[in-house]
C-alpha cells in the first residue's frame, strides 16, 4: 500500500534552516508529481510547493517562494524540501501529498516550530 514517511522536523530559530525528507513506497515515485502541504494550528492546510515527476517543474506558495526549494530524488523514492530563512509564521506540521488515480494520499506530518 501507499506509504509516505516524513522526517526532519524539529525547533529551529528565525533565519535558521530545516531540510524536510518524505520517504515514499507502495507505488511507483517517478511517475507521480508531489506535493508539500502545511497545517498550523487553528488554520486549514495549504499547499506549500509542488514537484512534477522529473523534478523539472517546481511551484510554491507566494509565502515561502524565494525560501524553500522542492526537489525530489526518484532513485531514492524520495521527496525533500529545504526551508531557509526560517519564519515564526512558518510553524505548522508538514504533510507530503500524493494523488494516484482519483485517491489522495498523505504521511502523518513533521512538526516544524519556528521560535526563539
Known amino acids: 500500500q501507499v506509504q509516505l514517511v516524513e522526517s526532519g522536523g524539529g525547533l529551529v530559530q528565525p533565519g535558521g534552516s530545516l531540510r524536510l525528507s518524505c520517504a515514499a513506497s507502495?507505488?511507483?515515485?517517478?511517475?507521480?508529481?508531489m506535493k508539500w502541504y502545511r497545517q498550523a494550528p487553528g488554520k486549514e492546510r495549504e499547499l506549500v510547493a509542488y514537484?512534477?515527476?522529473?523534478?523539472?517543474?517546481?511551484n510554491y506558495a507566494g509565502s515561502v517562494q524565494g525560501r524553500f526549494t522542492i526537489s525530489r530524488r526518484n532513485a531514492k523514492n524520495t521527496l525533500y524540501l529545504q526551508m531557509n530563512s526560517l519564519k515564526p509564521e512558518d510553524t505548522a506540521v508538514y504533510f507530503c501529498?500524493?494523488?494516484?488515480?482519483?485517491?489522495?494520499?498523505w504521511g502523518q506530518g513533521t512538526q516544524v516550530t519556528v521560535s526563539s
Open positions: 514537484v512534477s515527476s522529473d523534478g523539472y517543474i517546481t
Open positions: 507502495g507505488f511507483t515515485f517517478k511517475e507521480h508529481g
Open positions: 501529498y500524493v494523488r494516484i488515480f482519483d485517491s489522495d494520499y
